[in-house]
């Protein structure tokens, strides 16, 4: 599962979210891996350009993946933090192009 998700999230939520997440999936929190980009990816190095096109690594490791699970904050929109990040959006719209389930936190 690779988890979309804003970086302003509090760590404590965004770990109750996760847990809930898999609780009501029914899915075994220990045989159940997470792809978090913060922890896997450097978007720095994509965005300058010089060694690989971000999107295109992204797209390939995304369909790698083969799952997306979207960690909103505030299911208002205009509330939601989520909705207010470019990269948030850019993760949803390669799933879309690449055909990717996606799912809600």
Known sequence: HFISWAWRYPVKKFLRTLAEYCETRDLNRRKTFLWICF???????????EKNDGAEVFGGMLRQIGRMVC???????????YFSRLWTIFEVYTAYVEKIDVDLA
């Open 71 to 81: 960690v909103v904050d505030d299911y208002i929109a205009a509330e939601a933090i």
């Open 39 to 49: 922890f896997c990816n450097d978007q720095f190095e994509w965005l300058s350009g």
